[in-house]
């Protein structure tokens, strides 16, 4: 089973996707990763936004100066549409094949994909777990996690879909507003679900 897990940025989703897959045994994928991974020097996904980048945000020796950037993306609609138009055609064929080789090993698969929804992937995967908390909790996580102000946080929340829109469209939603225990519990319950093989189409439910 191939299972998408996905929410917004600072939802906390992968944390949440390590701790589901321990209690499933299942192994993981990380889109985030894949990017990092196309964006070595002279890789594929590197000679792509180099293209339209220029030099402004790499350093002499090729790498690319994440943190600019990252600021760069959350405050410039057009350069972030640049860059998915980039990579993640690159990023869906590496989930993709992922997601095949999970299917001929008989093994769950976990995908932690923060653009599930938003890039219409879903069909992609056998089912998908939305993470979700507050959005002044999201804000302060993104802030000490990525060093950006509180605005550009904002910025980067408003950009993407509307909450209520991804609980209309995931399979199944966690909560992960408040302590981390309470969020196992609901892992611990999706977990046992998954493992019977009852997890069904229709309304997301919360786990």
């Known amino acids: 089973m191939n299972i998408g897990i996905t929410g917004g940025i600072g939802s906390g989703k992968s944390r949440v996707c390590a701790a ?11 889109a985030d990763a894949i990017c990092r ?7 594929k996904g590197w000679k ?5 980048l220029g030099d402004e945000f790499f ?34 064929e590496a989930l ?26 879903q069909r992609d995967f056998d089912w998908t777990v939305l993470v979700f908390a507050g959005e002044e909790t999201c804000i302060r996580r993104v802030v000490l996690r990525d060093l950006v102000s509180e605005e550009d946080a904002r910025q980067a929340l408003a950009t993407q879909m509307p909450l209520q829109e991804k609980i209309r469209l995931a399979g199944s939603v966690i909560d992960n507003s408040f302590s981390f225990a309470e969020t196992l519990l609901q892992l611990n319950q999706l977990s046992q ?3 019977e093989g009852s997890l069904f189409s229709g309304p997301a439910r919360r786990i």
């Open 59 to 92: 350093f002499s020796d090729g790498q690319i100066d994440r943190p600019q950037l990252r600021k760069a993306l959350f405050s410039n609609c057009e350069l972030r549409k640049q860059m998915d138009a980039t990579l993640h055609p690159l990023v869906r």
């Open 20 to 30: 589901l897959a321990a209690l499933l045994s299942a192994s993981t994928v990380s």
């Open 48 to 52: 792509g936004v180099h293209t339209f």
């Open 193 to 195: 679900v998954i493992r």
């Open 96 to 121: 993709v094949e992922a997601a095949r080789e999970a299917k001929q090993q008989q093994r769950i698969l976990l995908a932690e994909v923060p653009l599930l929804f938003e890039k219409g992937w």
């Open 37 to 43: 991974d196309l964006l070595v020097v002279n890789g």
